[in-house]
Structure formats: C-alpha cells, structure tokens
C-alpha cells in the first residue's frame, strides 16, 4: 500500500538556520502530496500542498517541490524562527476519498 | 476555517465503558474522517464517510464503529473502551478549493484516556 517516510527527529536547530525535513513516498498512480504542522497542544494545520510533479508549494517561508523521479518531498526553509518549533507531517492523498497518509512526524525545535 | 467542532475535547473514561465522539461540521463537506494520533505512529485513519450512511474501515479500524446519519454529524463510538485507545483523537473533512484539488483540514483534537 501506500506509505511515507519523513527523516526521524527530533530536529534542533538555532535561529536563522537553514531547515530540511526529508520525505519521501510509495505510491501507485499520482498523488497529492502534503505538509502539516502541529504546534503544541493544538490540531494539525494544511502548511502548503502539491498535487502533481515539478508543482512548488509554499507558504510561511516554507517550500517542497513535487519530485517524480525521486519520489520525494522535502520541505525547506532559509531562516527558521524560534516559532517554527512544532511537529511537521508529510502525508499523500490519491484516489475518490483522498484519504490521507501519514509520515510518523518529525519534532523541530529552534533555540533563540 | 474548516467549521469543523469536536465534542468532548477531553475526557477520562474507565476501561469497559463505552464512549462517543462526535465531530460536527457546518459547511456540507461530503467526506469526513476520524483519525488517532500516537506517538511513533503520526495519524492513522480509524474510520471515513463519504456521505449520509456510507461508511469505510480504515487502517486501525478494530473496537471502533461510526455513524453519519446527517451530513454535519460523524460519530465515532468505542464500545468497550481499553487502556491501548487512549489517544488523541482527530476529524477532518476533504474541502475542495478551486481548481487546487481536495485538501483535508483538521477538527482541534479530542484528547481522551482510558483508565
């Protein structure tokens, strides 16, 4: 079945750093690929999407480009701030009831 | 915003009764889902609608049952609750927007334990 695989955290980085979560995906077809992020307490958040290749999401500073060929997602961001730390999810969704598909999440944490 | 309201936001139960969750939307999405979060695990799909009495198991789908017998309604029900569903315990629906496709936004978490 379908499945995704983010980089395993937790992730601590200072300020202004440069942030990479890896992630990649086995899929039949082509699916719509997602970033989530959950910050403490809270629900999860739609942080940027994509829905076929080379298609860029972004948002918030964040980005992940659709890669076909690598079968990867991976979400970056140039500078991070210390209210960047939450939990982030990259997850699929294919077919009529775009049920979604999860990594197992990775903790990022950014000291001041 | 998605309208998205889950009730009760936290709860405590003993192990063997049985409890509900609801999840209450206000803008006549037609999928809804209810998902667990645990730790290690991210979110796993318990059970999902796809309209008024149409329901589907998901990935973790044992001592859980649903129901939708309105559109803005989707309860999930543990019959006997057990120590292994404590979890958080999440809806969504599938909102499409434009010409971007369907994207599922997330209720705010139900958070309940069983002891």
């Known amino acids: 079945g379908d499945s995704v695989t983010q980089m395993e955290g937790p992730v601590t980085l200072s300020e202004e750093a440069f942030l990479t979560i890896n992630c990649t995906y086995t899929?039949?077809?082509?699916?719509?690929l997602f970033w989530y992020v959950q910050y403490p307490g809270e629900g999860l958040q739609l942080l940027l999407k994509a829905t076929k290749a080379d298609d860029k999401g972004s948002n918030k500073g964040f980005e992940a480009t659709y890669r076909k060929e690598t079968t990867s997602f991976h979400l970056e961001k140039g500078s991070v701030q210390v209210s960047d730390s939450a939990v982030y999810f990259c997850a699929l969704s294919q077919g009529g009831s775009e049920k979604l598909v999860f990594g197992k999440g990775t903790k990022l944490t950014v000291n001041p | 915003d998605a309208g998205i309201t889950q009730s009760p936001r936290h709860k405590v139960t003993e192990t063997g009764t049985p409890v509900t969750l609801r999840c209450h939307q206000t803008?006549?999405?037609?999928?809804m889902y209810w998902y667990r979060q645990d730790p290690g695990h991210g979110l796993r799909l318990i059970h999902y609608s796809y309209g008024v009495k149409d329901t589907d198991k998901g990935e973790v789908s044992d001592g859980y049952s649903v129901s939708r017998s309105k559109t803005e309604d989707f309860l999930l029900t543990l019959e006997s609750a057990t120590s292994s569903q404590t979890s958080v315990y999440f809806c969504a629906i599938s909102y499409r927007q434009g010409d971007s496709g369907n994207t599922i936004y997330f209720g705010e978490g139900s958070w309940l334990t069983v002891v």
């Open positions: 899929a039949t077809g082509y699916p719509s």
């Open positions: 803008e006549n999405h037609r999928y």
